[in-house]
């Protein structure tokens, strides 16, 4: 990874030079890991005070993905109990390091368990740029398996360009579609994978805006639906029933100034609400999983640390 400060870092993420869910916690992570590998006081109170604020602005960075709030936790863990500021420092290395670590081979293990739901000749649809579905996707084409994708523009960021760029540059059969054309082209399509931003512990997914239309295209059109994503996607916070914060972005990503009249308003939610129930199945690194799955799986990663997260 390469170095940069928390400032540097949390801006990017901020104005989405660095983007993805996986990828924001993993930078992010990164960020507090060098920040702390800089750190040249040795007081231990100051050490917990400046490494809260970096803390803070990693999070607030971005709202809605709790992969970025996951990994920090991660990294974070165990700091309260350091004896001094040499230890916290090698601790909040060593864990940043297993959190990328693991994350890079969960997005590979979820290509390889995912994979096997396609079959050869299958015609699959993609939204956004989804590392954990592209890798499903590549890993499938990869296997020799002939396949077809049709991927979404994804306004107004239009990552599905990253997207296509990626399969077409793989050698993979490739149409992009514009968002509206969804209902119209599910009917071509035998399976959907897209990624995820957070699942709460009732099974539902919050992922790029546009990906409820597919849910329920793909319902309709009886054409199964897959969420790729790594465990560390599932929000402890939904368990004690906290929502999860829609992040809304400027009406510059929609329109130019001057190009409507200063009356008519813009809204922009980036994010939408996948109920539990057009889900098929959910692709982990731990396994194919149902929505149902995922509390028990919140339960048992949070262990004792449950008690801690709800105060
Ligand atoms: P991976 C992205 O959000 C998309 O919503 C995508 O489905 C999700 O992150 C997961 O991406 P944005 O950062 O972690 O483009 O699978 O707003 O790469």
Same mark, same amino acid.
């Given at each position: =990874?390469? !170095?940069? *400060?928390?400032?540097?870092?949390?801006?990017? #993420? /901020?104005?989405?030079?660095?983007? @993805?869910?996986?990828?924001?916690?993993?930078?992010?992570?990164?960020?507090?890991?060098?920040?702390?590998?800089?750190?040249?006081?040795?007081?231990?109170?100051?050490?917990?005070?400046?490494?809260?604020?970096?803390?803070?602005?990693?999070?607030?960075?971005?709202?809605?993905?709790?992969?970025?709030w996951n990994g920090v936790h991660a990294t974070l863990k165990g700091v309260e109990e350091a004896k001094d500021v040499g230890e916290a420092i090698?601790?909040?290395?060593?864990?940043a390091r297993e959190f990328i670590e693991n994350s890079t081979k969960a997005v590979e293990l979820i290509g390889k368990i995912g994979a096997k739901r396609i079959q050869d000749g299958d015609?699959? =649809?993609? !939204?956004? *740029?989804?590392?954990?579905?592209?890798?499903? #996707? /590549?890993?499938?084409?990869?296997? @020799?398996?002939h396949i077809k994708v049709y991927a979404t523009e994804s306004r107004p960021w239009r990552q599905g360009i990253l997207t296509v760029n990626d399969l077409g540059k793989a050698g993979i059969d490739t149409t992009l579609v514009i968002d509206s054309a969804v209902r119209t082209v599910m009917t071509k399509v035998d399976k959907v994978f897209v990624g995820a931003d957070?699942?709460?512990?009732?099974?539902?997914?919050?992922?790029?805006?546009?990906?409820?239309?597919?849910?329920?295209?793909?319902?309709?059109?009886?054409?199964?639906?897959?969420?790729?994503?790594?465990?560390?996607?599932?929000?402890?916070?939904?368990l004690f029933g906290d929502t999860v914060a829609i992040e809304e972005r400027g009406f510059?990503?929609?329109?130019?100034?001057?190009?409507?009249?200063?009356?008519?308003?813009?809204?922009?939610?980036?994010?939408?609400?996948t109920p539990a129930k057009y889900i098929d199945a959910i692709i982990t690194e731990l396994g194919v999983m149902s929505p149902g799955s995922v509390y028990d799986v919140l339960v048992r990663q949070l262990g004792e640390r449950i008690f801690q997260i709800k105060e």
């Open positions: =990874m390469v !170095h940069m *400060n928390v400032d540097d870092t949390a801006a990017m #993420i /901020k104005d989405m030079t660095i983007r @993805g869910a996986g990828k924001i916690a993993r930078t992010g992570v990164s960020a507090l890991s060098d920040f702390v590998g800089s750190y040249e006081g040795r007081d231990m109170k100051a050490f917990r005070k400046d490494l809260e604020k970096a803390k803070k602005k990693i999070l607030d960075s971005r709202p809605t993905a709790v992969s970025l090698s601790l909040v290395q060593k864990n015609t699959v =649809m993609t !939204h956004c *740029n989804s590392s954990a579905a592209l890798s499903v #996707i /590549k890993t499938a084409y990869e296997q @020799g398996k957070t699942i709460t512990s009732h099974g539902v997914l919050v992922n790029k805006i546009g990906t409820s239309q597919l849910a329920l295209s793909a319902n309709e059109a009886r054409v199964q639906f897959y969420v790729c994503s790594e465990t560390y996607k599932f929000s402890p916070m939904t510059d990503e929609i329109v130019k100034k001057g190009e409507i009249p200063d009356s008519v308003k813009i809204y922009n939610p980036v994010f939408d609400v």
